[in-house]
């Protein structure tokens, strides 16, 4: 059994046959999916995915890259969106400065924001961080957490890391770990201890080997754990029932 527990399929890739992907990701052992809300918009259609299909979860949130047209009352509809069953955690929030830090004051703004959101009603956070290190230490050394975090698509150096484990905080890999240059991530996923992180294919992104290239699917999460169980040495249903047990307890998927 495997969770994919971060991808897009409210993404447009998706809009012609979002059925058939689902059912394909559960014929290959793939029993809960979690949509990441990345805009209003996004987040609205993640949670209808969700009450369509039995296996898919989801979370509202705001991506960084998304804050510069965006205004508070936006933060108001997410915390609306909370109350929706099936919310598995406010997300993908974060730091992003890898194109621009034109944005840098709005996008700790509204990071801040939804922290909040999460710590109050007291789900998971999930954030993207991207050249922003520094950064996002400083606002999550200096305020309230909620008590579950995850970076997803886990990237950085050995420091980072370092500073994730000590804040007991998630990693969770994707399909760049089956990339043969990845040399830096197959390092963390040596290092991350086996109760703190999760797999997801960040789809319909960062399709793993052999299908790098191609569009990304959640049928396609086995492989992410498959490369981690090669790193780790050890056995793979032994690492499947892990992390199985790792995702259904921080997402708190009944």
């Known amino acids: ?34 949509n990441i809300g990345t805009s209003v918009s996004s987040s609205l259609k993640s949670v209808e995915i969700s009450k369509q299909y039995e296996c898919v979860f989801s979370t509202v949130g705001i991506h960084p890259t998304e804050i510069e047209n965006i205004s508070i009352s936006d933060i108001e509809k997410i915390n609306e969106l909370v109350k929706n069953t ?49 950064e996002i230490k400083e606002i999550l050394e200096n305020r309230n957490l909620p008590e579950r975090i995850v970076f997803h698509c886990v990237s950085g150096d050995q420091e980072m890391l370092d500073w994730c484990m000590k804040k007991g905080f998630y ?3 994707t399909g760049i770990v089956t ?13 991350v201890p086996l109760d703190r992180f999760f797999i997801e294919t960040d789809a319909p992104f960062l399709a793993p080997v ?10 396609h999460v086995r492989f992410v754990l498959e490369k981690i169980a ?16 790792n995702s259904i307890k921080f997402f708190n998927i009944p």
């Open 171 to 173: 990693i969770s890999f």
């Open 210 to 219: 052999p299908f790098r290239g191609k569009r990304n699917e959640p049928s």
């Open 1 to 34: 059994m495997y969770i994919d527990t971060h991808c897009h399929l409210d993404f447009s890739e998706f809009e012609q046959d979002r059925k058939q992907i689902i059912e394909n990701a559960n014929k290959q052992g793939v029993r809960y999916i979690i």
């Open 86 to 134: 099936k919310i598995a955690g406010i997300g993908e929030v974060g730091l992003d400065f890898h194109y621009s830090r034109k944005s840098e004051d709005k996008q700790k703004e509204f990071l801040i924001y939804q922290i909040e959101i999460a710590e109050k009603h007291k789900i998971p956070l999930v954030i993207h961080q991207r050249e922003a290190e520094k």
């Open 230 to 245: 090669q790193i780790k040495q050890m056995d793979k249903e032994k690492l499947e029932d892990i992390i199985f047990n």
């Open 179 to 191: 990339f043969p240059k990845a040399i830096n991530v197959h390092n963390m996923a040596k290092l």
